[in-house]
């Protein structure tokens, strides 16, 4: 097998799965996302500023913020406004996306409830009945299934317009639900949420930007508290609550010797048949007859870190890396549902003999096998894909074969049902170990890749700033694979961490970073710091709570940092949201939220000065609630300075 040492490609990525396939890319004539950014150079500027609109046949419009250049849009549009409605309609995107994958969870759930399906059960029934509650269905007497047809028909109520307020959102705080009382921001129906946010920024209706932005955080907490924990919750109660395991990381979790499928997309409803189907004792034996020794699964993006989490299924990588697992040839068949699937992973498979697999109605590919999916057919269709992926082994071509690294392993699982478990019940000891300053806070480090900033360079260096200053950090998304491919989410990574931190996580037997799930379930970092909030009869913000998103790129992050923002959790951006043609929008959202929300973004691209940043936050909010702190003014840059790119 060529060794590829991957030189050359160094700049790109901190790991070396990625250099030797980025090498190997360039050597078969693949062309990849780097390449494509390199293309695209000088990218907008107008766009990247915010300042451009297509909003109607008018324009297109630009707005010079800095020059001489035009003032307005044909409309009268200013920098204000236009840069208010690109970031609304950023948020109200993003909001859709991780709602309508809620919508189609919830439905799953009703045709289990009505008996009209038999690919799944109800795997939590615990779960089930605690959503119950929060509904306010009487349980008592009644049949699982009957529960799950009761709470589903309630809760498609939640993407209506009857709702004054949506239930799960009574999770939060008392005084955060009064702010969004005071605000008119509680957040009602999910859909009414953002079509609302679309009719408001189409030509001529709101022009306030403060107004826009206002319905953007509704917007997005129609999404934090409402699609996404119901995607979230309802998950757990049909896949089963995630408890914790060990897997592993990186594109040496493919195997050369077994039938190699990655499941790729957003929505577990299909990667979770794709797992009972890959286990099918005739599908095994037609491998077998095949010359391969089994079947094997991989997750990418946020589909593999469902089954991650729920299954212990390995992650091949995050974002980056779907068009080079790929080009290790040792891929069978890429099956995808949905976000965040780049079109052209059909062109990369083209160069080998990988299949494509598009199966959503609502997310084709053209070039790729489109099989529809149908809950109600769920078995059949999966056993369809491993048996599609079985046939094409002999097809492989092992000159083409090359895995680059070892596997490294990793562990997942903690629900915050399962954190609090392993915790003795109560959020109790972790409040104490916080209290003490053994802990001196939490962060949340999600979100994407993005090739402008060197891949997952973003995530670790931030994540190893926080936890050797004993903060605890959690993960989900794409964070997740940066974080386990560097090794920080085995137990023994407790020794990189300071030592209140350490000594807690040796306690206890949990690595210092842990992993939550998806990005729906950034949900279970928002119930996490209700509950820990509600403990101690504080709002959210008065907590010593971080979030950041070092490598966004995606307009579900936005929708994503809206909510966590509006939650009461500071959150720093890593890449650069296009706002900055509005100083006075980049001054409210920096600023201005505070006196709001109890809580701003900042944007800094260098993880070094982030986790600066953060640590002065986390002090400020220790004093604020009486607990020892170091004067945050102390805190000074680290001495090294990272080239990003
Ligand atoms: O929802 S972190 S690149 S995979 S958008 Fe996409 Fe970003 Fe990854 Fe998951 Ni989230
Ligand atoms: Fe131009 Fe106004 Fe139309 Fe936007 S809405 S394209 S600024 S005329």
Same mark, same amino acid.
């Given at each position: ?53 297509? *909003? ?17 849009? =044909? ?81 498609? +109520? ?13 999770? #939060? ?36 930007? !403060? ?41 040496? =979790? ?6 190699? *499928? ?26 077998? +007859? ?22 212990? @299924? ?11 697992? @790929? =080009? ?12 965040? @699937?780049?079109?052209? !992973?059909? +062109? ?7 299949? =494509? ?32 992926? !079985? ?16 596997? !490294? ?123 820990? #909030? ?24 936005? #929708? ?69 702190? *170091?004067?945050?003014?102390? *805190?000074?840059?680290? +001495? ?6």
């Amino acid at each position: 097998m060529t060794v590829f040492s991957g030189n050359g490609f160094k700049k790109n990525s901190i790991h070396a799965d990625t250099w030797a396939m980025l090498e190997k890319a360039r050597q078969d004539g693949v062309e990849t996302v780097w390449d494509r950014l390199e293309q695209q150079q000088p990218q907008c500027g107008y766009c990247s500023l915010g300042t451009s609109c297509r *909003i109607c046949t008018m324009g297109p419009c630009r707005v010079d913020p800095f020059g001489d250049g035009p003032q307005k849009g =044909v409309c009268g549009a200013d920098a204000d406004i236009i840069v208010a409605r690109n970031l609304a309609r950023m948020i109200a995107a993003g909001a859709s996306a991780h709602s309508d994958h809620g919508r189609d969870i919830l439905e799953a759930l009703y045709l289990v409830g009505e008996g009209k399906t038999d690919t799944y059960k109800i795997n939590d029934p615990a779960k089930l009945k605690k959503l119950a509650a929060e509904y306010g269905i009487e349980t008592k007497g009644k049949k699982d299934l009957k529960i799950a047809s009761e709470l589903a028909w309630e809760i498609m +109520e939640d993407y209506g317009m009857r709702r004054e307020k949506l239930p799960l959102a009574a999770r #939060a705080p008392k005084a955060r639900q009064e702010i969004w009382e005071k605000t008119s921001t509680y957040p009602r129906g999910i859909d009414r949420e953002n079509v609302e946010m679309l009719h408001r920024t189409t030509m001529g209706v709101d022009n306030d930007w !403060v107004n826009i932005l206002l319905h953007g955080v509704r917007t997005s907490l129609s999404d934090g508290w409402g699609g996404s924990m119901i995607a979230t919750e309802l998950s757990d109660a049909l896949f089963g609550l995630p408890t914790p395991k060990m897997s592993s990381m990186n594109l040496g =979790v493919l195997k050369a010797d077994h039938v190699n *499928i990655i499941l790729h997309g957003h929505n577990p409803m299909l990667s979770e048949v794709i797992a009972a189907a890959s286990q099918d004792q005739e599908l095994l034996d037609l491998a077998k +007859e095949n010359g391969a020794t089994g079947i094997n699964l991989a997750g990418v993006c946020c589909t593999g870190n469902e089954v991650l989490m729920r299954r212990g @299924i390995p992650m091949a990588g995050n974002h980056l890396m779907q068009e080079l697992a @790929i =080009v290790t040839g040792a891929v069978e068949l890429m099956v995808v549902d949905y976000q965040c @699937i780049m079109p052209s !992973v059909v +062109e990369t498979a083209k160069c080998y003999h990988t299949k =494509v697999v598009s199966t959503f109605d609502k997310a084709k590919f053209p070039g790729a096998e489109h099989v529809s999916f149908d809950p109600q057919h769920g078995m059949d269709i999966g056993k369809k894909i491993v048996r599609m992926a !079985v046939e094409n082994f002999p097809k492989r071509v092992g000159a083409k074969v090359n895995i680059p690294v070892e596997s !490294v392993q990793m562990m997942t699982g903690f629900s915050i049902e399962a954190i609090l478990q392993a915790l003795g019940g109560t959020p109790q000891p972790l409040i104490d170990a916080i209290v003490k300053g053994q802990i001196r806070g939490a962060v949340g480090i999600v979100g994407c890749n993005n090739p402008k900033i060197k891949q997952d360079l973003g995530h670790t260096e931030l994540t190893k700033r926080l936890i050797e200053n004993d903060i605890l950090v959690v993960v989900t998304g794409c964070a997740t694979v940066a974080d386990g491919k560097a090794g920080l989410m085995v137990p023994e990574a407790a020794d990189k961490a300071g030592p209140g931190l350490s000594a807690v996580c040796k306690a206890l037997g949990i690595p210092p970073v842990l992993h939550l799930g998806s990005c729906v379930d950034n949900t279970r970092i928002l119930v996490l710091a209700a509950a820990l #909030a509600n403990t101690l009869g504080v709002d959210i913000s008065a907590l010593p709570l971080a979030g950041a998103a070092p490598e966004w790129y995606s307009e579900k992050a936005v #929708a994503i940092g809206a909510y966590v923002v509006a939650s009461g959790i500071y959150t720093v951006l890593g890449t650069t949201p296009p706002v900055f043609g509005s100083p006075n929008v980049v001054k409210l959202l920096t600023e201005g939220l505070d006196g709001v929300f109890g809580a701003t973004f900042a944007v800094e691209p260098d993880p070094n000065r982030a986790a600066v940043l953060i640590r002065r936050h986390i002090e400020k909010k220790r004093a604020g609630l009486n607990l020892p702190a *170091i004067d945050p003014d102390s *805190i000074g840059l680290p +001495e090294a300075e990272l080239a990003l790119v």
